[in-house]
């Protein structure tokens, strides 16, 4: 009997320590919970005071809080640009490139119109610079010699004269001055160069105006000095005496000069300074 009361005895004290324990967990767990609902009300009675402070705030505050607002505002929209002053850029670049436009197109125009009257000018020079070169020539005055030698073949165009290489008679509009190769050959007065040809009988030939009509003709020459367009000074030495044509073979080296008046050979000889 006593083994049995035992037992039960030692059963009821763990059933009392089971139930302790489980009112320790109980009463844990609802001191937990009250704390926890109390630090909530508090933080809601913290919150509820703080927004009434707020509200409390004096107006000068409020007022500043609204001025910094507006002046964050005002900072913010000069750096954002409107629309429109997008618009009234482009269109100020617009019109100056259409300005600097016109102002080359006018500058374009006034150089053109400078070039034009420098051009004109010129005109205007040359003429007056060719009416000063206009050319005359005074038979009385006379001409030099063409080149030192004796004339081999006269003038003659009143009738006909022996030519020894052709072998024949036939008229003569120059004078043939003999000369040894390399001779010198002068202008015999001022003129100008007008042409410069190859001809079959006189080999190279030079054309020079004196004025009034009047034309040299010098033929067999070589290395020349001057060229189509120069003016040339009584006494320059023109060219030298070339290698005669066959059809002056038996004649030999020489200088054919000839005087033309209008057109028409006359005789160089009456034009000669004696």
Not at 42 to 59: F, G, V
Request: aromatic share 10%; glycine share 6%.
């Amino acid at each position: 009997m006593k083994m049995k009361k035992n037992g039960w005895t030692a059963a009821l004290r763990r059933k009392q320590y089971v139930i302790a324990g489980a009112l320790v967990v109980v009463a844990a767990i609802g001191t937990t919970v009250y704390y926890s609902n109390t630090q909530e009300k508090e933080r809601q009675q913290m919150e509820a005071e703080l927004a009434q402070e707020m509200n409390q705030q004096s107006p000068e505050w409020q007022g500043l809080a609204v001025e910094e607002g507006t002046e964050e505002a005002a900072e913010a929209s000069a750096f954002i640009p409107p629309k429109a002053t997008e618009s009234t850029e482009t269109a100020e670049v617009e019109k100056e490139s259409q300005s600097k436009t016109r102002k080359v197109t006018e500058k374009t125009v006034t150089e053109a119109e400078s070039e034009t009257e420098t051009e004109t000018e010129q005109d205007t020079s040359t003429d007056t610079s060719a009416e000063a070169e206009v050319l005359h020539f005074a038979p009385e005055d006379g001409m030099n010699w063409p080149m030192e030698g004796n004339v081999i073949l006269n003038y003659s165009m009143d009738a006909t004269t022996y030519f020894p290489t052709l072998d024949q008679y036939k008229y003569n509009p120059a004078i043939i001055i003999s000369g040894d190769v390399n001779s010198k050959v002068y202008s015999v007065a001022r003129g100008k160069v007008t042409k410069i040809e190859n001809d079959p009988v006189t080999g190279c030939t030079m054309t020079v105006e004196l004025g009034d009509g009047y034309e040299a003709v010098y033929g067999q020459l070589k290395e020349l000095n001057f060229e189509v367009g120069d003016y040339v000074e009584a006494g320059h030495v023109l060219a030298y005496v070339s290698e005669p044509t066959k059809y002056f073979s038996v004649e030999g080296s020489n200088l054919y000069f000839e005087l033309l008046k209008d057109g028409t050979p006359v005789d160089p000889v009456d034009y000669f300074e004696s």
